[in-house]
C-alpha cells in the first residue's frame, strides 16, 4: 500500500521559496507517477503539477508554470515541489497524489487512489 507523507510546508513572504517533500511509508515511490495538488480556502483542488514514473515528463499548471518545478529523488524515495517567487495566491494545503498502481501517473484529481494527509502553505504579502 501507498502512504504519502509531505513535508516542507510553512509560512514565507510573497517573493520567497519553500521545498516540499513527498514520501512514502509503505510502497517504494520510484514506479509510481506522482502530483501535487493544493486547496485554498473555499476553493475546490487543482493539480499544479505532475511527473511520470520515469521522472522524463513533467506538467505545471499554468498559474504556477516558471515559478514551481516538480522532480523525483528515487535515492531518497521522493517526489520534490520546488517553489519559487511564491504568491499570496500560493496559499492553501498542498496534497502529494498517487494513482491505484505503478506507472500509471495522477495527469487529473479523477486519477488519484492515493492521498497525502496535506500540509499548509502560507503566503503573505
Known amino acids: 500500500q501507498v502512504r504519502l507523507v509531505e513535508s516542507g510546508g510553512g509560512s514565507v513572504q510573497a517573493g520567497g521559496s519553500l521545498r516540499l517533500s513527498c514520501t512514502s511509508s509503505?510502497?517504494?515511490?520510484?514506479?509510481?507517477?506522482l502530483g501535487w495538488f493544493r486547496q485554498a480556502p473555499g476553493k475546490e483542488r487543482e493539480l499544479v503539477a505532475a511527473?511520470?514514473?520515469?521522472?522524463?515528463?513533467?506538467a505545471h499548471a499554468d498559474p504556477v508554470k516558471g515559478r514551481f518545478t516538480i522532480s523525483r529523488d528515487n535515492a531518497k524515495n521522493a517526489v520534490n515541489l520546488l517553489m519559487n517567487s511564491l504568491k499570496p495566491e500560493d496559499t492553501g494545503d498542498y496534497y502529494c497524489?498517487?494513482?491505484?498502481?505503478?506507472?500509471?501517473?495522477?495527469?487529473?484529481?479523477?486519477?488519484?487512489?492515493?492521498w497525502g494527509q496535506g500540509i499548509q502553505v502560507t503566503v503573505s504579502s
Open positions: 511527473i511520470d514514473y520515469s521522472g522524463n515528463t513533467t
Open positions: 509503505g510502497r517504494a515511490l520510484t514506479t509510481y507517477g
Open positions: 497524489a498517487a494513482p491505484p498502481g505503478p506507472y500509471g501517473t495522477v495527469w487529473t484529481i479523477k486519477d488519484v487512489r492515493y
